[in-house]
């Protein structure tokens, strides 16, 4: 039979046989009685010569770490031709420090069938370097069912790039209860999965089965695993409940990540617990969230300290987090240098924040390398900043390949921009689509710019009977909406005059309104004629003024008129050359000569 040696020395090697069944815990003490029982009924039987009462009572002294008196039991059970004696035979010489002896007596044992020993042999050739050996006994010990074997010679298989292989004798261990290798194996799946994106969500729920195997028998990497896959999926409370384990259990990570949860359920104080833990351990990414919290509170050296510990662990975000610190308070020479010291280092936002610290102060050559490296590395932000720095200098196909990608990556105003290139270009139907991908990402702009587009195709209403309501909107006027709605003027004017169209005086003289009260000459105006026409001129006058004031060359126009009808023939003069000045050619045209009347009609 074979027989386990000592599980607080060897367990770690593998090179003995487990037990199978669990016993419940029992008296320490009738233990002890009952142990010290079994070895006297062991050995009294053994001296009669009973070889099986050798090997066990060898193996009981062995695990009890009593090698002189392990050994002569072992060897003369061994003599007699007992496997499992020859295994821990092998294991009690290698403790010894005879591992050839070892060796040799395990060959003796694996030949003889014993899977322990075999699975000991492959390991003692791995650790030598013979890898063909290796290979050939833990193969031997994985076939005949034993859980270390399977382990170990995926492991083997590993390392030599055998995936599948690898995979197979990973799952035959995880099937068999080895914990990690249903975390191995777990993490492969999972790395897969991600690879084939949307198409490995039954690669990943596979890989949460094994997570959840390994987890449950104490594996914390796995708990903090399975906690993320929770986490990403929405269940946030079984998240925390395996991120909570796993931090427990001394894994920073997923202190770390409890400490995020936390926070987003608004336990700030909690979440800062967490976070002090995972950073005492060495986790950059919670000294990081525990340097932005005491920022926000205002503690900025406490923050800097904790920035500078994120940085000691090896996380280069945190001197990006004091460039963004010392930025923020006006100090440029040391956010300079911590944004250089993160460039350097790879990190892209860094990279872009320096090129927008030289830009700021004039260095155009020093800033372009820093945003082509972030934008190359991936930043969206610096793609779309070297766009800005292109066009600014008249080179508009190199913006605009800027601009392509940092739209590609799902950036508005990139978007925007590429969709005016397009629509200067003529090419109407790709500039909708940037414009629409744009006008979707919050653009008040895009959404003015695809309305328009939409308007200038719009076929004319169809005619209607009087009286009836027109209440049709169309896609134009919605997108004019929600620009409005988002507080662009032009948009908001547009909104108006469509509202007017409809008959809806009201609606029409609320956007009229906020777009001049927000500096709309063309509100104004038209907030005027509106007003007029219901018959509130006085009111209407002052609209027109602001309109005028600001350049707006009917509303002169409007004025002009209005006071001399009033019979004030000055102001009206005056208001007439202000629209002559002002213009367009049509409205110029038209005040010059009311100005000239009244000019005659003052000289009469």
């Known amino acids: 039979m074979d027989v386990m040696g000592d599980k607080a020395t060897l367990y770690g090697t593998g090179r003995f046989v487990q037990s199978s069944p669990r016993e419940e815990p029992r008296d320490e003490a009738g233990e002890a009685a009952d ?60 403790q010894r420090g005879y591992p050839d002896e070892a060796a040799g007596w395990w060959r003796i044992a694996a030949v003889a069938g014993s899977t322990a020993a075999a699975h000991a042999l492959g390991r003692h050739h791995r650790e030598r370097g013979d890898e063909p050996a290796a290979e050939y006994w833990l ?41 990690e290798g249903a975390y191995r194996l777990a ?15 039954e690669l990943l729920e596979e890989a949460e089965q094994w997570y959840r ?10 708990a903090l695993h399975l906690g993320a896959i929770l986490e990403k999926r929405g269940e946030l409370k079984e998240a925390g409940r395996w991120y909570l384990t796993s931090a427990k259990d001394g ?24 976070w002090l833990r995972a950073a005492q351990e060495g986790d950059g990414n919670a000294a990081n ?88 590395a991936g930043s969206v932000d610096a793609a779309f900043n070297l766009g800005i720095l292109y066009a600014g200098r008249g080179e508009e196909a190199a913006a605009l390949r800027w601009y392509e990608r940092a739209a590609a990556a799902g950036h508005t105003e990139a978007a925007l921009q590429v969709g005016m290139a397009r629509l200067r270009e003529g090419e109407e139907s790709e500039a909708e689509r940037f414009l629409r991908c744009a006008a979707g990402g919050g653009s008040a702009e895009a959404a003015y710019r ?94 027109w003024t602001r309109a005028a004031d600001a ?25 007439a050359e202000r629209a002559a000045a002002l213009g367009p050619q049509a409205v110029a045209e038209r005040a010059t000569r009311l100005r000239d009347a009244l000019r005659e009609e003052l000289s009469a």
């Open 450 to 543: 695809l309305a328009a587009v939409l308007d200038a195709r719009r076929p004319p209403e169809p005619a209607h009977e009087l009286g009836e309501p027109v209440n049709r909107r169309s896609e134009c006027e919605e997108w004019y909406e929600r620009a409005a709605s988002q507080g662009h003027r032009r948009a908001q004017v547009r909104v108006g005059m469509l509202a007017a169209a409809r008959g809806d005086v009201v609606e029409a003289a609320r956007w009229y309104r906020e777009a001049a009260e927000a500096g709309s000459r063309n509100g104004a105006f038209n907030l005027g004629l509106l007003l007029a026409r219901e018959g509130s001129e006085p009111e209407a006058a002052v609209w």
């Open 213 to 222: 195997q390994a987890a449950a028998r104490g594996h914390r990497r796995a």
């Open 187 to 201: 993490r492969a799946l999972d790395r897969r999965a991600a690879a084939e994106g949307d198409g490995g969500a």
């Open 251 to 274: 894994e920073a990570r997923a202190a770390c990540a409890l400490g995020f949860l936390l926070r987003d359920a608004g336990d700030t104080e909690n979440a800062a617990v967490w």
């Open 551 to 575: 350049g707006h060359g009917r509303a002169a126009l409007r004025l002009a008129l209005v006071y001399a009808r009033r019979g004030e023939l000055a102001e009206g003069q005056r208001w």
């Open 289 to 376: 969230a525990l340097g932005a919290l005491h920022a926000e509170r205002g503690e900025t050296q406490t923050a800097e300290r904790w920035y500078r510990a994120a940085m000691d662990a090896g996380d280069i975000n945190g001197a990006y987090n004091l460039g963004l610190l010392c930025a923020d308070q006006g100090r440029t020479v040391p956010a300079e240098q911590w944004y250089r010291r993160a460039a350097y280092a790879g990190h892209r936002e860094a990279a872009n924040a320096l090129a927008i610290l030289l830009l700021r102060a004039g260095d155009r050559t020093g800033a372009e390398p820093w945003f082509s490296k972030a934008a190359e």
């Open 35 to 94: 142990e010290a029982a079994e070895e006297l009924r062991r050995r009294l039987a053994a001296e009669a010569g009973d070889v099986e009462a050798m090997s066990v009572l060898g193996a009981m002294l062995l695990r009890r770490g009593d090698l002189d008196g392990a050994e002569p039991h072992l060897r003369a059970a061994t003599g007699a031709g007992d496997r499992a004696a020859a295994n821990n035979l092998g294991v009690l010489l290698h």
């Open 139 to 179: 193969r031997q010990s994985a076939e005949q069912g034993h859980t270390l074997g399977a382990y170990a010679l995926a492991d083997l298989l590993e390392h030599r790039g055998d995936t599948a292989g690898t995979e197979r004798w990973m799952r035959a261990a995880a099937d068999r209860g080895h914990r």
